[in-house]
């Protein structure tokens, strides 16, 4: 199954962009890469998806490599309601088992400081 | 619009009883989701849900664990004879039409078993 690595944690300076990055080595073609956050006790919340070309919303932005083997998130300017855990994950286009192929690893944990 | 409702928020519980999880999805979503999670952990997928049949229960932990989900709406979650280790935040997520769409979290129910 297709799986993403992620580091455990990062810093940002207030009102500084932040680079999340995710590898994601062994994509498939036809994989989805979403990307959600989780604000401390709140469930998560949905941020962005792509497929190969990269994409922006009102949140943030999401950069795809060529190879689709890792992407990056970018905020592009960090605030402390930013701070959060951000999970990237791969959804498949055909599913096989529901359960394996959405699976919401640990994420990094963003802190932003003042 | 009204998100993912879950009740209750918070559960205290002594080992050995049942508890019931109830989640209200966003009106009109057809997908339904139950994920756990423990503390300081990832989420791990319990049951997913299309209308009132459940494709894939895979992830339940244990036979002591079920759900259902009636009129395509309200869906719960049982779990029988709780031990210490069922204590985690039970998350549901709801999607508009099937698997693997962008999924709208509840708040969670904090279960805590002594």
């Known amino acids: 199954d297709a799986k993403t690595t992620q580091p455990n944690s990062m810093e940002s300076n207030e009102e500084e962009p932040v680079h999340l990055p995710c590898n994601h080595s062994?994509?498939?073609?036809?994989?989805?890469i979403h990307w959600y956050r989780q604000l401390p006790s709140q469930g998560p919340e949905y941020v962005i998806h792509?497929?190969?070309s990269n994409v922006n919303n009102r949140m943030a932005s999401l950069a795809i490599a060529e190879d689709r083997k890792s992407s990056t998130l970018i905020l592009h300017r960090a605030t402390l309601r930013d701070a959060a855990v951000y999970y990237c994950?791969?959804?498949?286009?055909?599913?096989?088992?529901?359960?394996?192929?959405?699976?919401f690893g640990p994420g990094t944990r963003l802190s932003v400081l003042p | 619009g009204a998100g993912v409702s879950q009740s209750p928020s918070n559960k205290v519980t002594e080992k050995g009883k049942d508890v019931e999880l109830r989640c209200d999805p966003i009106?009109?979503?057809?997908?339904l989701y139950w994920y756990r999670q423990s503390l300081g952990q990832g989420l791990e997928f319990l049951i997913y849900?299309?209308?009132?049949?459940?494709?894939?229960k895979s992830g339940l932990p244990s036979d002591r664990f079920s759900a259902e989900r009636t009129g395509g709406s309200v869906s719960t979650l049982t779990i029988q004879r709780t031990q210490q280790e069922d204590s985690a935040v039970y998350l549901c997520?709801?999607?508009?039409?099937?698997?693997?769409?962008?999924?709208?979290f509840g708040p969670g129910t904090r279960l805590l078993v002594l």
């Open positions: 997520a709801s999607s508009y039409r099937q698997y693997g769409e962008t999924q709208y």
């Open positions: 062994t994509i498939s073609g036809t994989d989805y």
């Open positions: 792509g497929l190969t």
């Open positions: 994950i791969l959804r498949p286009r055909f599913i096989d088992n529901y359960g394996q192929n959405f699976v």
């Open positions: 009106s009109g979503h057809t997908a």
């Open positions: 849900f299309q209308g009132n049949s459940a494709p894939d």
